[in-house]
Every structure is written in C-alpha cells, then in structure tokens.
C-alpha cells in the first residue's frame, strides 16, 4: 500500500511539473488555435458536401478546442481539479459519439453521397493539422487523466482524417453514401471509447483523493 502510494505521489508529482511548463502550455495554445480553426473549416466544407463525416469531425475539432481551453485553465490547480476537469471532458466526449451514432443513423434513412473531392481535400489538411499537434503531445501521453485526454483527443482526430480521406475514395468510386457514413460510425464509437476510458480513470483518481 505504501510503495503504491509512494509511486502515485511520484507520479503525481511528475504531472504536475509537466502540466506547468511553458512548453506544455504553449503546445496546448497552438492546439487550440488550430481546432477552432479546424472548426470553421471543416463546418462549411461538411455543409457544402454533404459529408456526414465531415460535419462530425468538424464538431469533435469544436470539442477538442473546447478541451484544450479546460486544460489550459487548470493546469496549475491539483489532482482533484484536473480529475474533474477530465471527467467534464470524457463526458463530452461520451455526448460527441452519441450525437454521430445518431447522425449516422439519420443518414442510412435520408443520405445522398456526399462530394467526394471536397471532402479527401479537406480531410487532409485536417490530417496534417492533427499530426502536428499530436507529434507536440506524444511525449504527455502518459499523463494523468487530463493529459490523458488531450493525447486521445489528438489521436482520435488524426485517425478520423485518415478515415474520412478513405471514405472519399470509396465514395468517389462507388458513388454511394455508405463510405462516409461507415466513417461517422467509427468515429463515433472511437469517441464513445476514448470518453469512457477518460471517464473511468478520472473517477479513479478522484476516489485516490478522497480516501488520502
């Protein structure tokens, strides 16, 4: 019990020296710049298109901005602050995939296939975008469940583009709605994964706290 609680105050201590950098804040700036960004471009191309799986990556850039704005204001509090400010953010995250799966099943009723060109252009500037701020936050993904949540955020959307660039090859090829909606439904289940797993090791952090 000693050693583990040794080894959490380690790690806690680690954490707390990481969050508050400057590198790390300045890394989380510049991400959340580029997602807002991200945001408004790919709205208007998702609307334009008619790309479902524009439209969701479009809202999960509004949600990791949304995210690294939390992150940003609490990187100075304690454990207990950024656990909830985690649990906020996997909740959020939990909310996006349900949104998609619904989108999604709206689209398999009322679907016509989206412009293809539009959305394999815009899905890799998205892509290059991702990869740029998830090579600056490879190296906090270990962190605590709010650093935590930052990287899969990052990682999820730069699995998501590369998603959305293969949906517009299929369907440039087959004409067919399908390949974007199959996009916007792992989309929305890796949303729906990432949160919950946020969602479970904030809980445990907070249950850590509270019995100390």
Sequence with gaps: MSASCQ???????ANTAALQSPRYRRILWFALVINFAMFAIEIGAG?????????????????DGANYAVSL???SMAL???????LLKGASMLLFG????????????HGVPPE??????????????????????????EGDANMRSVWLCTRND????????????????????????????????LAIWG????????????????SR
């Design 7 to 13: 080894s959490h105050c380690h790690d806690d201590a």
């Design 47 to 63: 609307v334009q298109s008619g790309s479902a799986s524009l439209l969701a990556d479009a809202i999960d850039f509004l949600g």
């Design 73 to 75: 204001l609490v990187l």
């Design 80 to 86: 207990t602050w950024r656990a909830r400010a985690a």
């Design 98 to 109: 349900l949104f998609v799966a619904g989108r999604t099943a709206w689209g398999l009723l």
């Design 116 to 141: 293809a060109i539009t959305m394999g252009v815009v899905g890799a500037l998205a892509l290059t975008a991702n990869l740029v701020v998830a090579w600056m936050l490879y190296a906090y993904r």
């Design 158 to 189: 730069a699995i998501g583009n590369v998603a959305v660039m293969l949906a517009a090859l299929g369907v440039l090829g087959t004409g067919s709605a399908l390949p974007d909606l199959a996009v916007a439904a792992v989309m929305a289940g």
């Design 195 to 210: 949160g919950w797993s946020v969602v479970q090791q904030a809980r445990q952090e907070l249950r850590w706290e509270g």
